[in-house]
């Protein structure tokens, strides 16, 4: 199971950090991302970090804004996210998938950003 927190209302130009708890497995042993959903749009790429720990990536979108790290300790991956505009709004959702069969979501948080 996975658990996001931290969505809320922010401002343009604020700052948001979201978290992600994983229970019930190892998360770093799994390739982990966080994604978004805007109305109306298709889910979205925002970050990744894989289980091998190789370099992390970024949606072309959110590079130099967003930063995405662990902790292995607590089992979670957080996403820090700078300067907001309002079209980083959206449900954000945290991933963990290793291979063809173990592809966990969770629920989501909500990020809205507006003035």
């Known amino acids: 199971q996975l658990v996001e927190s931290g969505g809320e209302p922010v401002q343009p130009g604020g700052s948001l950090r979201l978290s992600c708890t994983a229970y019930?497995?190892?998360?770093?042993?799994?390739?982990r991302k966080w994604y978004r959903q805007a109305p109306g749009k298709e889910r979205e790429l925002v970050a990744s970090i894989p289980w091998a720990g190789g370099s992390t990536k970024y949606g072309d979108s959110v590079k130099g804004r967003f930063t995405i790290s662990e902790d292995n300790d607590k089992n979670m991956i957080f996403l820090q996210m700078e300067n907001l505009k309002a079209d980083d709004a959206g449900v954000y959702y945290c991933?963990?998938?290793?291979?063809?069969?173990?592809?966990?979501w969770g629920n989501g948080t909500l990020v809205t950003v507006s003035s």
């Open positions: 019930g497995f190892i998360f770093r042993r799994y390739d």
């Open positions: 991933n963990a998938k290793l291979g063809y069969f173990e592809d966990y």
